[in-house]
């Protein structure tokens, strides 16, 4: 068992596969060029996703009027939970957006990100943005600092502003540490502090992303990433509990590979430009013949696995053999796939 920032961790080979796989969609990812409305739409439709996993997560439920207004954003008619909610989310995407790599892994940014995602709710002032107080330690005390807490030696406020300072820190100054895994451990470590008094959760999920965003990972705003956390939800609660449960010096390997197959499976969706206008602007060899939904999804499928075989495909996207062959043969014809190898070897990749 290894050690990792202060908790225990065993760095398995499934861990070691999924982080290379991640790596080469990355990769395949920042080797192609989009146009600037297909990204936006992508852009609107994984975020318009995110909002609504995040408040269901949240045990929030928004109404089909409530999701108009989200579209529209047109908040003034009517005010809920769920919808205040969902404004903050909102504000927290945009600022996260507008935010330049280094401000994404100071402290700072998780207390502003805390502070809007809070901010229209029936609230404190002094429970937005700010680390719980002692006075709210003595109410409902925390799992994190039991210890500290019972004998009374140092407010919890400033407990806590040495975690969190002491996770940004080691996320800045640690370079021996994968980016997926910091990710991961920073989405752990937010909620297991517990320093904020609402919310820490979906803020460690948030600052996870903002971390990946930061290190380059430009394809996270376009993940329908929430949806995964959602569907699993309380596979989640039951895994990060667990963790905490046994803290200090907790094994988050469990929690790592929750968040990493998660990762994954969302980039698994992630929108590639196969549009026949972006190919043939980028391949002005490729033929006029059009392309169904269906031969985009194989052509997004081949994208993010180059090297593929048909049988391969067809497992992928759950599409017969004898129709990914012919497939196969009109993507040659029209100049969009490169073949390799000959009869059962035969493997493709994006031209």
């Given at each position: 068992m290894d050690r990792i920032y202060t908790f225990q961790f065993q760095f398995t080979w499934p861990l070691v596969q999924m982080i290379r796989n991640v790596e080469r969609i990355h990769m395949t990812w920042k080797s192609r060029h989009s146009s600037a409305t297909f990204l936006e739409n992508r852009r609107e439709e994984a975020g318009m996703s995110s909002v609504v996993s995040c408040a269901k997560i949240e045990g929030l439920s928004l109404s089909s009027e409530d999701l108009s207004s989200i579209k529209r954003q047109s908040f003034d008619d009517f005010s809920n939970s769920a919808l205040d909610f969902s404004r903050g989310l909102?504000?927290?995407?945009?600022?996260?957006?507008?935010?330049?790599?280094?401000?994404?892994?100071?402290?700072?940014?998780?207390?502003?990100?805390?502070?809007?995602?809070?901010?229209?709710?029936?609230?404190?002032?002094?429970?937005?943005?700010?680390?719980?107080?002692?006075?709210?330690?003595?109410?409902k005390g925390s799992a994190a600092l039991p210890t500290l807490i019972t004998f009374r030696t140092t407010n919890p406020n400033e407990l806590f502003s040495r975690s969190m300072s002491a996770l940004f820190r080691w996320t800045k100054d640690n370079d021996n540490v994968d980016d997926l895994v910091k990710a991961s451990l920073m989405a752990y470590e937010i909620y297991a502090v517990d320093a904020f008094n609402s919310y820490v959760g979906t803020l460690g999920r948030l600052m996870a992303g903002a971390y990946l965003k930061s290190r380059g990972y430009n394809w996270i705003v376009y993940l329908k990433l929430e949806r995964e956390f959602e569907l699993r939800h309380r596979e989640m609660q039951q895994i990060m509990a667990q963790c905490k449960m046994r803290r200090p010096n907790e094994d988050i390997t469990p929690w790592i590979e929750f968040y990493l197959e998660c990762l994954l499976h969302a980039l698994e969706g992630l929108p590639f430009d196969t549009s026949y206008e972006r190919i043939k602007s980028a391949n002005p060899s490729a033929s006029d013949e059009t392309l169904s939904p269906r031969e985009e999804r194989v052509l997004r499928f081949i994208e993010a696995n180059p090297g593929t075989r048909s049988g391969e495909i067809s497992q992928g996207v759950n599409i017969p053999v004898p129709t990914i062959k012919k497939m196969m043969a009109k993507f040659y014809r029209m100049a969009l796939v490169n073949r390799f190898g000959q009869g059962r070897g035969t493997h493709y990749a994006m031209r």
């Open positions: 909102l504000d927290v995407y945009a600022f996260l957006d507008s935010a330049s790599p280094e401000e994404l892994i100071e402290e700072d940014c998780v207390k502003k990100v805390h502070e809007l995602l809070t901010s229209y709710m029936a609230l404190p002032d002094a429970h937005k943005g700010e680390y719980k107080s002692q006075d709210e330690m003595d109410n």
